[in-house]
Nanobody, 122 residues
Framework: QVQLVESGGASVQAGGSLRLSCAASGRTFSTYAMGWFRQAPGKGREVVAYIDWRGISTYYTTSVKGRFAISRDNAKNMVYLQMNSLKAEDTAVYFC???????????????WGQGTQVTISS
């Protein structure tokens, strides 16, 4: 069992930066791949980035490549999403999730946080 709690969401202007954090509970955290997803109003949940259990292999959706960076600290049971050069289209609720497998599909993820709101004004 893994419990996830996101934080760091805020309202910022376009071009700004935010760092989202996800705190995980459970002794098996280091065995899970971790993903960040987002859901904008009226849209489905989409993958933003994910990272393998070792913190070595990462994936980014095309729209955030070069702007976002995912990282993890297994010693602290934490996952981060550094978001730079934010755009209005990045506005969404951001969720972190844990999966036994490295994957981009939400259905693969077993545990989810409650989400944190990110609002970018242009």
């Amino acid at each position: 069992q893994v419990q996830l709690v996101e934080s760091g969401g805020a309202s910022v202007q376009a071009g700004g930066s935010l760092r989202l954090s996800c705190a995980a509970s459970g002794r098996t955290f280091s065995t899970y791949a971790m993903g960040w997803f987002r859901q904008a109003p009226g849209k489905g949940r989409e993958v933003v980035a994910y990272i393998d259990w070792r913190g070595i292999s990462t994936y980014y959706t095309t729209s955030v490549k070069g702007r976002f960076a995912i990282s993890r600290d297994n010693a602290k049971n934490m996952v981060y999403l550094q978001m730079n050069s934010l755009k209005a289209e990045d506005t969404a609720v951001y969720f972190c999730a844990a999966s036994r497998y490295i994957a981009a599909t939400p259905e693969t993820y077993d545990y989810w946080g409650q989400g944190t709101q990110v609002t970018i004004s242009s």
